[in-house]
C-alpha cells in the first residue's frame, strides 16, 4: 500500500482538492487502482448541517454520507462512487473514541490525544486503505498547517509515515507563490516559513504544489529547493488554467507522475488520455447558451459547484459550451426580464423559505414564456407549487416547509420524517431506485425504465394533489420503486419543462454528464437558434 498525503499552507482555498483530484486521476491513468480521502479538522460529525456561505456544496454519496464538497471532486476525476468512510472529521473520531472509552474498551486507560486520537485517525485511513483492491490511498487534510484543529491530524500522519514501511508515505505540500511588483517577481518567503511549520511537526514534504499566476521561474525553483530541501524534480508550478479538467495535463509535462513513481517505487502502465476529446470540447466549444442559476447562495458559487461541474461534463461531450448567468432569488419577484437574455433556467435544490418566491416567480416565467426549465430537488418542488398556484388556482399553496397553515399543502413533509427533531443524517439520502415511464420525455432522456440517482429532501409532493395536478397537465413520469414517491415531473404539452426530485448532478461525471442537464443544454441551444436549433443541436451532439 502507498500513501500520498496532501496538506496545505500560507492560506486556504488554493485548490488542495482539485490538486488532489489530479494526481488521482494521472496515477489511476498510469494503471494504479487509486482512492481519495478528505480530512476535515471541524468538529461537526459531517458537512450536513453546514451552512454553504461557510462550506460550500454539501456532497452526498451513494449510501447517503453529506460529504466535504471535495469528494466530488475525487469522484468526477476518478470515475469513482466513495462511501463515507473516505471522509474523516474530527467530530467522528472524537465521538468514536468518546463512545470506546464509555464502554470500557480502553480498560481504565486515560484517553489522550496521543495515542488513542491519533490511533483512530490511523485506523480510519487503513480502514479505507484495504477496503477493496488498491495501490494508493490519496489524503488531503482540509486546512492549513498551524491550525490548531488539523495537529492531531498531522501527527497521527507523521506517526502513519513512521509505522508503514520504508518509502510507502509521500507527503506534497500545497503553497502559494505571490508575483509583487511591476515586475512581478515571485517571493518564496511565505513557502519557506509554511514548509518549516511543516518540519517543525515532523514531516518533510515530498512534493510541492506551487499555487502562481504565472509558471514558476527556473530561478524560483532553484531557490524554493534549496530552502525547503526538496527536489527540484519535486517542484510543480500549478498555474491557473481555464478548466479544472486542464490540470492534470498541466502537471503532467511537468514529470509529476514520473517523479512520484521513483518516490513510491510504482510500476506504471502505459497512459491514454482518455479526456482528450473532452479537453479539445472545453476549450473550443461549437457553440455557446448562457443557463441562468437561480438561488440564494449565488455570492458563493461553490454552493452550486456540482451543477457547474455538470455543464462543463455536458460541455466537454457534446461540444456545446454554456455560460452561467448567476441570478438571485430574491430579485427575480416584478422583474422578469432578468430572464431576457438567457437561454434556459435552472432551479437548484436548497432549504428554507428566503428566496422561495423568487424561485416560483422563475418557475412561472419559464412555464409561461416556454423557456427551457430545469428544477432540481427544491426546484421540483417550487415548480409543483407554482402550478398549483397558476394553473389549479389555488390560491397560496405552498410547501408545509414555507408555511404550516397553508390551505394547500402541495408539497408536504415525508412521512417518516414527522417527529424526526434531529437535523444531521435523517433526511432521505443517498441512492434510490427511480422508475421512468414510457412514452415521456423522460424516458426520451434516460433511455430505460430503472435509474439510481441520489437523494437529499424531507419534503414531497403531497399525494392528495397529484390527480389534479396531472389532470391540469402535470406529467408525473418518474416515481419512486413503489409508486407512492413522485421523482420526475414534466408538461404534457412541451419538452423543454423538466424537473427531479433527485440531484442528478452528484453523479454526473466527464465522460458521462449528468442526461437532464445534457437534455437542458440541447434544449437551450434549439431555444437560441430557433426553428432550424433542433438539427443543430443534434448534429453537435451527435
Given at each position: 500500500?502507498?500513501?500520498?498525503?496532501?496538506?496545505?499552507?500560507?492560506?486556504?482555498?488554493?485548490?488542495?482538492?482539485?490538486i488532489?483530484s489530479?494526481?488521482?486521476?494521472?496515477?489511476?491513468s498510469?494503471?494504479?487502482?487509486?482512492?481519495?480521502?478528505?480530512?476535515?479538522?471541524?468538529?461537526?460529525?459531517d458537512?450536513?448541517t453546514?451552512?454553504?456561505?461557510?462550506?460550500?456544496?454539501v456532497?452526498?454519496?451513494?449510501?447517503?454520507s453529506?460529504?466535504?464538497?471535495?469528494?466530488?471532486n475525487?469522484?468526477?476525476?476518478?470515475?469513482t462512487?466513495?462511501?463515507g468512510?473516505?471522509?474523516?472529521?474530527?467530530?467522528?473520531?472524537?465521538?468514536?473514541?468518546?463512545?470506546?472509552?464509555?464502554?470500557?474498551?480502553?480498560?481504565?486507560s486515560?484517553?489522550q490525544?496521543?495515542?488513542?486520537i491519533?490511533n483512530e485517525?490511523?485506523?480510519?485511513?487503513?480502514?479505507v486503505a484495504?477496503?477493496?483492491?488498491?495501490d494508493?490511498?490519496m489524503?488531503?487534510?482540509?486546512?492549513?498547517?498551524?491550525?490548531?484543529?488539523s495537529m492531531?491530524f498531522?501527527?497521527?500522519?507523521?506517526?502513519l509515515?513512521?509505522?508503514?514501511p520504508?518509502g510507502s508515505?509521500?507527503f506534497?505540500?500545497?503553497?502559494?507563490?505571490?508575483?509583487?511588483?511591476?515586475v512581478?517577481?515571485?517571493?518564496?518567503?511565505p513557502?519557506?516559513?509554511?514548509?518549516?511549520?511543516l518540519?517543525?511537526?515532523?514531516?518533510?514534504?515530498?512534493?510541492?504544489?506551487?499555487r502562481?499566476?504565472?509558471?514558476l521561474l527556473?530561478?524560483t525553483?532553484?531557490?524554493?529547493?534549496?530552502?525547503?530541501?526538496?527536489?527540484?524534480?519535486?517542484?510543480?508550478?500549478?498555474?491557473?488554467?481555464?478548466?479544472?479538467?486542464?490540470?492534470?495535463?498541466?502537471?503532467?509535462?511537468?514529470?509529476?507522475?514520473?517523479y512520484?513513481?521513483?518516490?513510491?517505487?510504482?510500476?506504471?502502465?502505459?497512459s491514454?488520455?482518455i479526456?482528450?476529446?473532452?479537453k479539445?470540447?472545453?476549450?473550443?466549444?461549437?457553440?455557446?447558451?448562457?443557463?441562468?442559476?437561480v438561488?440564494?447562495?449565488?455570492?458563493l458559487q461553490d454552493?452550486?459547484?456540482?451543477?457547474?461541474?455538470?455543464?462543463?461534463?455536458?460541455?466537454g461531450?457534446?461540444?456545446?459550451?454554456?455560460?452561467?448567468?448567476w441570478?438571485?432569488?430574491d430579485e427575480?419577484?416584478?422583474?422578469?426580464?432578468?430572464?431576457?437574455?438567457?437561454n434556459?433556467?435552472?432551479?437548484?435544490?436548497?432549504?428554507?423559505?428566503?428566496?422561495?418566491?423568487?424561485?416560483?416567480?422563475?418557475?412561472?416565467?419559464?412555464?409561461?414564456k416556454?423557456?427551457?426549465f430545469?428544477?432540481?430537488?427544491l426546484?421540483?418542488?417550487?415548480a409543483v407549487?407554482?402550478?398549483?398556484?397558476?394553473v389549479?388556482?389555488?390560491?397560496?399553496?405552498?410547501?408545509?416547509?414555507?408555511?404550516?397553515?397553508?390551505k394547500?399543502?402541495v408539497i408536504d413533509?415525508?412521512?417518516e420524517?414527522?417527529?424526526?427533531?434531529?437535523?444531521?443524517?435523517?433526511?432521505?439520502?443517498?441512492?434510490?431506485?427511480v422508475?421512468?415511464?414510457?412514452?415521456?420525455v423522460?424516458?426520451?432522456i434516460?433511455?430505460?425504465?430503472d435509474?439510481?440517482?441520489?437523494?437529499?429532501?424531507?419534503?414531497e409532493?403531497?399525494?392528495?394533489?397529484?390527480?389534479?395536478?396531472?389532470?391540469?397537465?402535470?406529467?408525473?413520469?418518474?416515481?419512486?420503486?413503489?409508486?407512492?414517491?413522485m421523482?420526475?415531473?414534466?408538461l404534457?404539452?412541451?419538452?423543454?419543462?423538466?424537473a427531479?426530485?433527485?440531484?442528478?448532478?452528484f453523479?454526473?461525471r466527464?465522460l458521462?454528464?449528468s442526461?437532464v442537464?445534457?437534455h437542458?443544454v440541447?434544449?437551450?441551444?434549439?431555444?437560441?437558434?430557433?426553428h432550424e436549433?433542433?438539427?443543430v443541436?443534434?448534429?453537435?451532439?451527435?
Open positions: 500500500m502507498r500513501y500520498i498525503v496532501i496538506t496545505g499552507g500560507v492560506l486556504s482555498g488554493l485548490g488542495k482538492g482539485t488532489t489530479s494526481l488521482s486521476h494521472l496515477l489511476k498510469n494503471g494504479l487502482k487509486v482512492t481519495a480521502m478528505k480530512i476535515d479538522p471541524y468538529l461537526n460529525y458537512a450536513g453546514m451552512n454553504p456561505y461557510q462550506h460550500g456544496e456532497f452526498v454519496l451513494d449510501d447517503g453529506e460529504v466535504d464538497l471535495d469528494l466530488g475525487y469522484e468526477r476525476f476518478l470515475d462512487n466513495l462511501s468512510d473516505n471522509n474523516i472529521t474530527t467530530g467522528k473520531t472524537y465521538l468514536e473514541v468518546i463512545e470506546k472509552e464509555r464502554r470500557g474498551d480502553y480498560l481504565g486515560t484517553v490525544i496521543i495515542p488513542h491519533t485517525i490511523k485506523r480510519r485511513i487503513r480502514k484495504t477496503s477493496g483492491d488498491i494508493v490511498v489524503i488531503e487534510v482540509g486546512g492549513t498547517v498551524g491550525d490548531i484543529e492531531p498531522l501527527e497521527a500522519l507523521r506517526q509515515k513512521r509505522e508503514e520504508e508515505v509521500l506534497g505540500h500545497v503553497t502559494l507563490i505571490p508575483a509583487i511588483g511591476s512581478d517577481e515571485q517571493k518564496t518567503k513557502t519557506q516559513h509554511s514548509v518549516k511549520q518540519r517543525e511537526i515532523g514531516i518533510q514534504p515530498d512534493i510541492l504544489f506551487c502562481t499566476k504565472k509558471p527556473i530561478e525553483i532553484k531557490k524554493l529547493s534549496l530552502f525547503t530541501d526538496v527536489s527540484e524534480a519535486g517542484i510543480i508550478s500549478v498555474s491557473d488554467v481555464q478548466n479544472v479538467y486542464l490540470l492534470p495535463e498541466l502537471m503532467e509535462k511537468q514529470g509529476l507522475v514520473k512520484v513513481a521513483e518516490k513510491l517505487s510504482l510500476k506504471l502502465a502505459p491514454e488520455d479526456w482528450k476529446k473532452y479539445q470540447n472545453i476549450i473550443n466549444p461549437s457553440e455557446t447558451v448562457t443557463i441562468a442559476i438561488g440564494k447562495y449565488i455570492q454552493a452550486y459547484i456540482s451543477h457547474k461541474e455538470a455543464f462543463s461534463h455536458v460541455c461531450t457534446t461540444g456545446i459550451g454554456v455560460k452561467l448567468k441570478v438571485d432569488s427575480v419577484v416584478g422583474n422578469p426580464s432578468v430572464f431576457d437574455d438567457v434556459g433556467i435552472l432551479i437548484p435544490g436548497g432549504f428554507g423559505y428566503r428566496g422561495v418566491e423568487g424561485k416560483v416567480a422563475a418557475a412561472r416565467i419559464a412555464r409561461e416556454h423557456i427551457p430545469l428544477g432540481i430537488c426546484g421540483f418542488q417550487v407549487i407554482e402550478y398549483a398556484r397558476n389549479l388556482k389555488l390560491d397560496k399553496a405552498n410547501s408545509t416547509e414555507f408555511d404550516l397553515n397553508t394547500y399543502p413533509i415525508l412521512p420524517q414527522k417527529g424526526v427533531k434531529s437535523m444531521g443524517g435523517t433526511m432521505r439520502l443517498g441512492s434510490k431506485p422508475k421512468v415511464k414510457q412514452d415521456s423522460a424516458m426520451s434516460y433511455g430505460t425504465e435509474i439510481s440517482e441520489r437523494h437529499r429532501h424531507r419534503f409532493v403531497n399525494p392528495t394533489y397529484i390527480k389534479s395536478l396531472t389532470e391540469a397537465g402535470m406529467i408525473f413520469s418518474g416515481v419512486d420503486e413503489e409508486g407512492i414517491r421523482e420526475i415531473l414534466e404534457g404539452d412541451r419538452d423543454n419543462f423538466i427531479t426530485q433527485y440531484h442528478s448532478e453523479k454526473s466527464p458521462a454528464p442526461m442537464h445534457v437542458l440541447k434544449k437551450a441551444l434549439e431555444n437560441k437558434l430557433g436549433g433542433s438539427r443541436a443534434e448534429r453537435i451532439v451527435n
